[in-house]
């Protein structure tokens, strides 16, 4: 595994000092710690750590708090560490975004596959989320210029073929792409 940015959010200052000489052993870059989920949101908005390993309960702002809020703003993995492994918990850390779950006290030997698993798993799915929104891009587009033919074909009586065409040609002539064409088309339309 590549070297990861961490930041390390926990309200125990000797389990800080546990979990940072554990990364750093396995050659991963501590970029912050947290005493509380609040710093720990600000931390990663300064930061913009690949991966949070956060406690769930810390003062002033619990962590499934803390993830909501950093998954919302700047996304990364997080990997939460809990001295409690209630399934309501576990379920709650899942739905705030934690990606993987360690119970205190852990082995030394489990930080690495679960640290593993958690920047794995968030990278699929900000893979997936990314090809998502381009095939709703690609859809949009592909309605703005079915919507800019039909706007053609009916006022200047041509086929389906020669209004593509002619969008196309547009495009490459005026070095925009088909979608801004398209628009201007239907923009057009829609003012007369």
Known sequence: MEVLKAVIAEDEQLTRTIV?????????IVVAEAGDGLAAVEAARQHRPDVIIMDIKMPVMDGIEAA????????????FLSSFGEQELVEQ????????Y???????????PALEIA?????QIAAQSKEIEQLKETLETRKLI??????LMDRHHMS???AFKRIHFQARNQNKKMREIAQ?????????
């Open 20 to 28: 940072r000489a554990r990364l750093e052993k396995l050659g991963h």
């Open 68 to 79: 909501r809020q950093i998954i919302s703003e700047v996304p990364c993995a997080i990997l």
């Open 93 to 100: 850390a899942g739905e705030a975004g934690g990606l993987a």
């Open 102 to 112: 360690l119970i205190k006290p852990f082995r030394k030997e489990d930080l690495a």
């Open 119 to 123: 920047v794995r798993r968030y990278r």
């Open 146 to 151: 079915e919507r800019a033919k039909g706007i």
């Open 160 to 162: 389906e073929e020669e």
């Open 184 to 192: 201007s088309i239907i923009t057009a339309a829609d003012l007369m």
